[in-house]
């Protein structure tokens, strides 16, 4: 059975730093994709950032870009989300997501497009 494990979520103050980790019990972990989605209360659940299997090519939505990035480590099958200058509409359910690879460089912030999903950690930013 496919799991993917969130943590390293909290609260925090605006302006801190935290880093978010997915742990993924994929076979074949570099088979994947990796992305990072989050809700917010009270609204549609939103794109964050995604990753190719290499780790070497990412996509960002607008609102984290330059503030957060995505990164991962094959050997450990987990994927990390590390979030700077944290803002308090940061705050939501952060949840990762796998999406089987369909070419060599695929990433994709479609959430119709993952497979697999956790079950989210909780980001509190105070301001």
């Known amino acids: 059975q496919v799991q993917l494990v969130e943590s390293g979520g909290g609260l925090v103050q605006a302006g801190d730093s935290l880093r978010l980790s997915c742990a993924a019990s994929?076979?074949?972990?570099?088979?994947?994709?990796m992305g990072w989605f989050r809700r917010a209360p009270g609204k549609e659940r939103e794109f964050v950032a995604a990753?190719?299997?290499?780790?070497?090519?990412?996509i960002y939505a607008d609102s984290v870009k330059g503030r957060f990035t995505i990164s991962r480590d094959n050997a450990k099958n987990t994927v990390y989300l590390q979030m700077n200058s944290v803002k308090p509409e940061d705050t939501a359910a952060y949840y990762c997501?796998?999406?089987?690879?369909?070419?060599?460089?695929?990433?994709?912030?479609?959430?119709?497009?993952?497979?697999?999903w956790g079950q989210g950690t909780q980001v509190t930013v105070s301001s």
């Open positions: 990753t190719t299997w290499t780790g070497i090519t990412s």
């Open positions: 997501a796998a999406a089987r690879s369909r070419n060599f460089n695929y990433y994709t912030a479609s959430p119709n497009e993952y497979d697999y």
């Open positions: 994929l076979r074949t972990f570099t088979s994947y994709a």
